[in-house]
């Protein structure tokens, strides 16, 4: 079971680039057509599959009870500049000691700390496919607190696929061929890491 979460939603269109495309619908086409291209390999659930707002925390919930293998979650954020054009993978970052807990949610991320290490190797093999598209300035990695990832109980990472607020990255993201391109890596990057 893959568990694809396309960013954003309802109300929480997230970025907007300049001619006026919204992440929350970029996600959720990606989402899509990754589904389409590997549904025929896989079990895939979306934890959203039209335009509707969803907490944080309810993604993760919807992703443990999908009982997914591996979860990403799914966004085209902004860049500093409108010419930077980056792939930027997130995972959950380790903490010696107590691990981050939402307030009043003590000791919850006891349900991702195993996983960590998995969702590092999920990240390393999304990073070699993703690093074949053609117009991005490489692919990011890091460790960050990553509230989605927060609870979830399998690998876990979150993908910033290029910049909306570049608008010839817009362009592209507008473009269903490129975004055929896009999710084709991004389901190499999964068949990869369920294959090993
Ligand atoms: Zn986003």
Redesign the pocket.
């Known amino acids: 079971m893959v568990v694809l979460d396309p ?2 939603g309802g109300a929480d269109a ?2 907007t680039g300049s001619y006026g495309a919204a ?1 929350k619908d970029v ?1 959720l086409a990606l989402a899509l057509e990754v589904k389409r291209q590997l549904g025929v390999l896989y079990d895939i659930r979306l934890t959203r599959e039209s335009d509707r707002g969803l907490s944080v925390v309810r993604r993760t919930e919807l992703a443990n009870s999908f009982h997914g293998d591996l979860m990403l979650s799914l ?3 902004g860049g500093l500049s409108r010419d930077a054009n980056r792939i930027a993978l997130f995972v959950q970052r380790e903490k010696r000691g107590r691990v981050l807990a939402p307030k009043g949610e003590d000791g919850w991320d006891t349900g991702h700390r195993p996983y960590i290490a998995e969702s590092q190797a999920l990240a390393a093999v999304m990073k070699r496919s993703l690093s074949t598209l053609d117009g991005y300035e490489g692919v990011g990695y890091s460790g960050v607190p990553l509230k989605v990832a927060t609870g979830a109980r399998m690998p876990m990472v979150l993908v ?1 696929v290029g910049n909306l607020t570049n608008p010839r990255e817009e362009g592209r993201l507008e473009n269903p061929e490129h975004l055929r391109r896009v999710s084709a890596a991004v389901a190499a990057g999964i068949e990869a890491f369920l294959s090993r």
Request: hydrophobic share 10%.
């Open positions: 960013g954003h997230g970025v992440e996600t966004h085209s954020g910033e």
